[in-house]
Structures are given as structure tokens and as C-alpha cells.
């Protein structure tokens, strides 16, 4: 078992930053990546940005280019998510998960996930 806990959420205003961070605990020689999701109100949960658990490679959506970092300490087991010039489209419930090697995302283990919102 893997087990996820996110830290970081609040209230920030538009333009402002903020970071999340997500622990990793429990099995992690059996995560492959650890990746940041978030879901809207209302809306389907999306995709922000992921990073490779061994070799740090990075991804990240189109909406969050250029404004989000995501970057990882190995020796915290710790992945952080950089939110810079937040913009209120952006207030959702942010949640870590961690995709297991082998399953291409396909079974990940999740936080319990964090709000942030952004006022305009």
C-alpha cells in the first residue's frame, strides 16, 4: 500500500501563489510517477501535472504551462506542486495520486485531496 497526504490548500487571490504538497509514504519502491489532479465544481476531475518517481521527468496540461512546477524531494518522499499566478479558474480540490509501476495510471492510489481557491 501507498498512502498520500496533500498540505498546502487556502483562500489566495488571483495572481497570487501557493504550494501543495503531497507526502508519500508506505510502498514507494512500487510508485512509478506521482502525479497532481484536480477537479472543479461541477466539473470532471482533470489532469495538472505528473513527475516521474525515478528520474524526475516532468508533464504538465496545457492550462498550467508556464505558471506550475511540480518537482519532487526523494529523500522527503515529498512531490510539490508550484502554483504561480493563480487564476480562478483554478480553484478546485487539488489531489495527489501515485501511479503504480506496471499500471500506466490505470489503478493509482490517492490523497484525500486539498481545496484551493482563487478570488478574483
Known amino acids: 500500500q501507498v498512502q498520500l497526504v496533500e498540505s498546502g490548500g487556502g483562500l489566495v487571490q488571483a495572481g497570487d501563489s501557493l504550494r501543495l504538497s503531497c507526502s508519500v509514504s508506505?510502498?514507494?519502491?512500487?510508485?512509478?510517477?506521482v502525479g497532481w489532479f484536480r477537479q472543479p465544481p461541477g466539473k470532471e476531475r482533470q489532469y495538472v501535472a505528473s513527475?516521474?518517481?525515478?528520474?524526475?521527468?516532468?508533464y504538465y496540461a496545457d492550462s498550467v504551462k508556464g505558471r506550475f512546477t511540480i518537482s519532487r524531494d526523494n529523500a522527503k518522499n515529498t512531490v510539490y506542486l508550484q502554483m504561480n499566478n493563480l487564476k480562478p479558474e483554478d480553484t478546485a480540490v487539488y489531489s495527489c495520486?501515485?501511479?503504480?509501476?506496471?499500471?500506466?495510471?490505470?489503478?493509482?492510489?490517492w490523497g484525500q485531496g486539498t481545496q484551493v481557491t482563487v478570488s478574483s
Open positions: 513527475i516521474s518517481w525515478s528520474d524526475g521527468t516532468t
Open positions: 508506505g510502498r514507494t519502491g512500487s510508485v512509478a510517477a
Open positions: 495520486a501515485a501511479d503504480r509501476s506496471g499500471y500506466n495510471w490505470s489503478r493509482p492510489y
